[in-house]
């Protein structure tokens, strides 16, 4: 089992960006799914998270109103929509599932 994160990069602050998650040997949508982010010298902490099937989703009050969690059960990703980016939200971005998380994606936001 193991996820692959992409569409991390540089982006200018209020800029997008729209990261996925990729899951191999995984009963994907048996599973709810998160996005947690770390900053540097800052503790992991969790950004939003999707339910099997997509039937609600839930968004840390920083991200809320900017920041869309997504799934698609038959690609086996799941997607973060990210807009009107703020430098604050720089960090390593994770996708979690079950006890499997991927290697992370670096997002810097940055004039």
């Known amino acids: 089992v193991h996820f692959v994160e992409s569409g991390g990069g540089l982006v200018q602050p209020g800029g997008s960006l729209r990261l996925s998650c990729a899951a191999y040997?995984?009963?994907?949508?048996?599973?709810?799914l998160s996005w947690y982010r770390q900053a540097p010298g800052k503790e992991r902490e969790l950004v939003a998270s999707?339910?099997?099937?997509?039937?609600?989703?839930n968004y840390a009050n920083c991200v809320k109103r900017r920041f869309t969690i997504s799934r698609d059960d038959s690609r086996k990703t799941a997607y973060l929509q990210m807009n009107s980016l703020k430098p604050g939200d720089t960090a390593v971005y994770y996708c979690?599932?079950?006890?499997?998380w991927g290697q992370g994606t670096q997002v810097t936001v940055s004039t």
């Open positions: 979690n599932s079950d006890r499997y």
């Open positions: 040997g995984f009963a994907f949508s048996w599973y709810d």
């Open positions: 999707i339910s099997s099937a997509g039937r609600s989703t």
